[in-house]
């Protein structure tokens, strides 16, 4: 009797572990929601020191997509805040793959993570835990880094198929005003501008897969095309040929402007949740 006592036991507490175990394999198998997976990518990668800032005033929605398209792109945003700054970042995802971040400032001046040689270093750093948090290979990118001049206001490399453009530029930032009845872009205040496009020919057409732009020497956008390739359709691919021949003819208007306009349209879309939150 006290034999079949203790198997009976016995047994039990074996189908007490097992249940527990099996709980926690399929609580640690479960996978990132996509403001966890946001929440990571800003606290590591960044090169923001996230030790200083209170994250907080998460903002989750969904973008309008085109009839019958094949795939959803959500939105994540978060307010960075400390005693000396308050910032907005946005995380783009296609079908539960990120593809952007993008920095705004809000108010103050941004800590630093860390002190940087010049911008050249500050890509190199962001590419590298780019890599890291997302699991695409940047090797031969982060390479091209090693091959740039920082003292160039426009620098070009090419290593095999890949062309990586370094531009450097003034972007007026003071809206538009009316002068004699019609309106005109008010340059009083500037931006300046630095952009490293990673860019391949595809048929014909230079298209930038990824680019990293920085807005007064501090962190604006990353997008990187490779994490959706197989998502979206060429057609609805970032940047059309109109727009990479657009980046071709601006060196008599300013380095860097067209482009930078467009992603300075598409990174303000993202930050529309982030108002509603500081306001």
Known sequence: MKSSSKIITALLVTLFILVTFGQLSAAFSEPLSLPDKALAYIENVLPMDMERYTI???SYYELPEPPNSTYRTEAVSYILNS????????CMFRNGVQYTCDLRVISGSPISDKSYTNLVDVTKNILEKHQMQTGVDSTELIKMLSMV???KNLDNVTLDNVTLTVSHGRLPTGG????NGSLHVDSTTMS?????DWMRNIEGTDAIFLFIDFENGVFHS?????AISGIESKTESFPTATVAAASASMAAVGVGLTVYF???DHSTNTSNACDSAVA
């Open 83 to 90: 005693s000396e700054s308050m910032l907005a970042a946005n």
């Open 222 to 226: 990353l997008r990187d095309e490779r």
């Open 176 to 179: 538009l005003k009316m002068i």
């Open 192 to 196: 300046h501008i630095t952009s490293f």
């Open 149 to 151: 001049d920082p003292t």
């Open 56 to 58: 907080m005033n998460m």
């Open 262 to 264: 467009r992603k300075r």
